[in-house]
T-cell receptor, first 112, second 113 residues
Framework: DAKTTQPPSMDCAEGRAANLPCNHSTISGNEYVYWYRQIHSQGPQYIIHGLKNNETNEMASLIITEDRKSSTLILPHATLRDTAVYYC?????????????FGKGTLLTVNP | SAVISQKPSRDICQRGTSLTIQCQVD?????MFWYRQQPGQSLTLIAT?????????ESGFVIDKFPISRPNLTFSTLTVSNMSPEDSSIYLC??????????FGSGTRLTVV
């Protein structure tokens, strides 16, 4: 699976949009981009995933560049409860290797 | 998506002893995994729990230290054997199904003294 690069930390003001970048320049055509987050002392929580088109759900939006070498997770109105470590993971979930490999992630701190 | 119940949620154990962690999923899943998260670190995959056969371990993890069972499609156990303080971590169970994607348990916080 392709490797991802994320900034180690980011700050965001409560109520503003949080934009978390992820670089995955070695992604291959059949690999998806997944985002998870881990709030302190809890198990990781699924946020969103996508292949090439932008995706939106009740939690977030995922913007994938046309060349698929990077993506941005957008939390449109960040709250204090969104403070967590956010993990960007690239995975070929259509193949036989279903293992999620976690990098260091981005610690997002939402400030009042 | 599947709901995972992981027990115990935390434990304090004496060095040299063993602890078995249980993971129960509320529906049949294709894959089950065990992760370790050391203090301040990201998650590291220990092994894939295979139903009815030996688990597949990642580099650096061995069956003698982390024996795993998966007797059916909804249940798995991880044993941390002959514990030392270096085994103090959070251990997490995860499940994957094509319908529900990946789900994680809330973890077992282990302290070895």
């Amino acid at each position: 699976d392709a490797k991802t690069t994320q900034p180690p930390s980011m700050d965001c003001a409560e109520g503003r949009a949080a934009n978390l970048p992820c670089n995955h320049s070695t992604i291959s055509g059949n690999e998806y981009v997944y985002w998870y987050r881990q709030i302190h002392s809890q198990g990781p929580q699924y946020i969103i995933h996508g292949l090439k088109n932008n995706e939106t759900n009740e939690m977030a939006s995922l913007i994938i560049t046309e060349d698929r070498k990077s993506s941005t997770l957008i939390l449109p109105h960040a709250t204090l409860r969104d403070t967590a470590v956010y993990y960007c993971i690239v995975l070929n979930s259509g193949g036989s290797n279903y293992k999620l490999t976690f990098g260091k992630g981005t610690l997002l701190t939402v400030n009042p | 998506s599947a709901v995972i119940s992981q027990k115990p949620s935390r434990d304090i154990c004496q060095r040299g002893t063993s602890l078995t962690i249980q993971c129960q999923v509320d529906s049949q899943v294709t894959m089950m995994f065990w992760y370790r998260q050391q203090p301040g670190q990201s998650l590291t995959l220990i092994a894939t729990a295979n139903q009815g056969s030996e688990a597949t371990y990642e580099s650096g993890f061995v069956i003698d230290k982390f024996p795993i069972s998966r007797p059916n499609l909804t249940f798995s156990t991880l044993t941390v054997s002959n514990m030392s303080p270096e085994d103090s971590s959070i251990y997490l169970c995860s499940a994957f199904s094509r319908e529900g994607g990946y789900t994680f348990g809330s973890g077992t916080r282990l302290t070895v003294v």
